[in-house]
């Protein structure tokens, strides 16, 4: 199967760890994966500022990138929530909604590639310690995602997980995180409530964009604070040292 | 609220994220409306499918509002009813006016309606030298304390029994407690006395069906029966895409309206007015009111759907907006989801420079849980998106021209890994102070992220170039 990694923007410019961590999980399977050139953002920010219309460019390029694909494969719910809206875009040809319908069907989030798409629910992992584990909104309501990533977290050998659903929204929302800062920080830091009653610091997910939201809110509160990508605890960095649960630095910013 | 809806609504968000008791009532009433949600739903193995049925209903409620209307009409009035149309709020504040000058009204009492809310009907009576007294406890305490209400089913949501029990202290003269039983009462000894009184009693009208020229109300404390019934003059208000097609629509909307709104199984008390009361039995007349007020404006816009709600509350309880920040944020009397769909078109007037251009629709991250859990399966999601679309139509050229940008940005790979270079170099290299200064709005509550040595492609080509393409 011709696979192709569509790598979110954030994940590209700020966690690329996610991203490794997926490719891992890809190699780990055996799959014949490449990750083509040229990617940018998938438009998402314009759609949901009230700009559809902003996200068409980024549309016609992720054909154009993706189209020879048999599956895309990204670590992002949320990406892969928009690219299966971009045949509902305004001013496509009936042509390129066609494509376009079909490309999202053949683009999928990570967890539910490996379960959905592959029936495969145990990729041989091996994670000790205790996590937390929150749903991100668009994974839940956009994907339908909320078996895949428990199954496969559930058969990590050593894990720990503390499945915390029924959470409200953390806040993030893309531009809302910047023009509703305030509302926004009180949504993270009820998450983040959360979090430290599950006896935890580290939170795993399958979007790092709310991670990051959560993370730079826990930095400035000075709470010990480690999101994970789902990726990173399926297929953890053999060459790193990993840090002892808990252990976690917890810079105050200034 | 002259002037930035959204500058106005974090404004008062942020006055509301500061008051611990406020959140504290909002997080309590909420989760309980949730839970008890939850628990009726349970009860209703095939809730799906009633669900599609309410939502045809309330489809075919706004899309054939003007036959349904006629329809209603020539019943009520076929039956001695005294029927009115009112194109927008000026024209329905006239109305019941006069009805009550005519009556030689004092002294009105009002079931909770919404329509009175939006159209601002008690100001104008009061101004006009009438005593308008609320009879459902949630609006008599809101009205008590001179505030809107914060919540479209429950009124005084952002309170908790310990400041109703003072309110009640000192505007009754009642013993504190913090009893719900003896609060009630306390309401209740107030109130009695004003229904045997009054010359007038208003209400809404939850639903009107058109097949039977029926007025249905929906109440749980009476307070509706006693106001409609016991006073000369009985005036009911209702939108015009209120009207169900037939009678036995009331069963699938009754079934998930009560579970949604209250987390009942049933409401207690639900009266089907057919006319007005037969002469010696209860008021000399009864007026139907049906109000436009924006609806139309509504119905021919993106966000039409929205005309299917029945005001039942769901979606406010479980936005988690709305569970931090609360109802007066908005600064509308339809908060939350609805409220941000409703309030451009409907209380444009009571919210000067309300409008489909200057709107709410930011105040929504986007969680999408509001479309999970309305009855009618109104794509609220898609319709707060459509109205941030609206909005920016009409967005300073600045604004749109930045987008624009964006979307080039987004779709260029060069200038994609040159935004990318310079953000991480920017994260590494300006002091903290800098960076904070550039970036406010997330700077203010949040640190900025480390920035990575290296971007994912870079690594990528590091460690298997094979797999690029």
Redesign the interface.
Known sequence: MRV??F?P?Y???????A??AA?RVLDSLGLD???????????Q??????????????A??FRRLFDAAEAVVAPSASCVAMVRRYHHLGGLAASEREALADLGARTFELCEFVVDRLGVTDLGARWPGRVAFQDC??AL??LGLFDAPRRLLAAVDGLEVVDQPDL??C??????????????????D?RLDALAAAGTDTLVATDVSCL??L???A??RGLPFRGLHVAEILAPDPAAARPAPGAQTS?A?? | MRGNALAAYRRRAARALADATLRGNLRRATDTALAKRAARLAEIPDYDDWREKVAAIRRAGWEDRAALVARASAHLAAAGARVHHAADAAAARRIVAEIAADAGARLVVKGKSMLTEEIELTPHLEALGLEVLETDLGEFIVQLRGEMPSHITAPALHLNRRQVSRLFADRLGAAETEDPEELTLAARRHLRDKFLAADVGISGGNFVVAETGTLVTLENEGNIGLSTTLPRVHVALTGIEKCLPRLADLDPVLRLLPPNGTGQQAVSYVSLLNGPAPPGCGPEALHVVFVDNGRSALAASGQREILACLRCGACLNVCPVFRNAGGHSYGAVYPGPMGILLAPYLLGDATAGLNPGNSLADVCSLCEACGEVCPAAIPLPDLILGARAEKERRAPASRRLAWRLFGRLAASPRLFRAAGAMMRMSLRVLPAFLLARLTPSWSRARALPAPPPRSFRAELRRRHPGRLS
């Not at chain 1, 994966?33 to 438009?43: A, I, K, L, R, V």
């Not at chain 1, 314009?46 to 068409?56: C, Q, R």
Request: charged fraction near 25%; hydrophobic fraction near 35%.
């Open positions: 192709r990694l790598v923007c994940v590209e410019h700020l966690k690329p760890a991203g490794l490719a994966w490449t990750c083509p050139d040229g990617q940018g953002c998938c438009g920010p314009a759609f949901n500022a009230g700009h559809p219309d902003e996200a068409l460019p980024a016609r390029r909104c668009h309501r956009e409200d929204c806040g993030f929302g893309g531009v809302y995180a910047v023009k509703l800062p305030e509302v926004s920080a009180a949504q993270a009820l990051l939201h993370e730079g809110r930095r400035r810079e910013t200034p």
